[in-house]
């Protein structure tokens, strides 16, 4: 796939999945209300902030990645050719997932709306299960023994301190 396709097709599936998942479905949950679910609850506002803007930052850099590294986009129907092992990859197996939780936890934490934090529990249910039972077997058959040695060096949701560094053994190849 050529590179502003790319472009386009992601700028497409950031629109249809994270800004609906971690944008619409918690203002829909919430009106974007803000609360104060306890005394000193500044703090709390700060933090859901923070992770909101990383979790931002993140998510883009991510869709980013598909498209100069992978020569895709990271909807099913218009894979990446290659491999995408780059950048917060090199981190976490799931960084986008992982984006959308720490967005839709910051609002939480910023609106100080605490039943909010049950959709995110929820949503890291269905995209378990979806990484599980879909992603990492089409990424078996689909990029073979470079998935597998990634896979077993990059954790898929709690990520690492230092980036992974492939030996060259281990490294998963330009295709």
């Given at each position: 796939?050529?590179?502003?396709?790319?472009?386009?097709?992601?700028?497409?599936?950031?629109?249809?999945?994270?800004?609906?998942?971690?944008?619409?479905?918690?203002?829909?949950?919430?009106?974007?209300?803000?609360?104060?679910?306890?005394?000193?609850w500044?703090?709390?506002?700060?933090?859901?902030?923070i992770?909101?803007?990383?979790?931002l930052?993140?998510?883009?850099?991510?869709?980013?990645?598909?498209?100069?590294?992978?020569?895709?986009?990271?909807a099913p129907?218009?894979?990446?050719?290659?491999?995408?092992?780059?950048g917060?990859?090199?981190y976490v197996?799931?960084?986008?997932?992982?984006?959308?939780?720490?967005?839709?936890?910051?609002?939480?934490?910023?609106?100080?709306?605490?039943?909010?934090?049950?959709?995110?529990?929820?949503?890291?249910?269905?995209?378990?299960?979806?990484?599980?039972?879909?992603?990492?077997?089409?990424?078996?058959r689909?990029?073979?023994a470079?998935?597998?040695?990634?896979?077993?060096a990059?954790?898929?949701?709690?990520?690492?301190?230092?980036?992974?560094?492939?030996?060259?053994?281990?490294?998963?190849?330009?295709?």
């Amino acid at each position: 796939m050529r590179r502003p396709t790319a472009a386009a097709g992601s700028a497409v599936f950031f629109l249809v999945g994270p800004v609906i998942v971690a944008g619409l479905l918690p203002w829909l949950l919430t009106g974007w209300q803000v609360r104060e679910p306890v005394p000193y609850w500044a703090p709390m506002r700060v933090l859901g902030v923070i992770l909101l803007v990383a979790g931002l930052i993140a998510l883009i850099q991510a869709f980013v990645r598909f498209v100069v590294e992978g020569l895709g986009t990271p909807a099913p129907i218009a894979a990446p050719e290659r491999l995408v092992v780059g950048g917060l990859y090199r981190y976490v197996r799931n960084p986008m997932y992982v984006a959308v939780l720490a967005t839709i936890v910051g609002q939480a934490l910023l609106l100080g709306q605490l039943g909010l934090l049950l959709y995110p529990a929820a949503f890291w249910l269905i995209a378990a299960a979806f990484v599980r039972w879909y992603e990492e077997p089409a990424l078996t058959r689909r990029f073979g023994a470079d998935y597998e040695a990634y896979r077993r060096a990059v954790p898929a949701w709690w990520p690492r301190l230092r980036p992974w560094k492939p030996s060259e053994r281990d490294e998963p190849s330009a295709r």
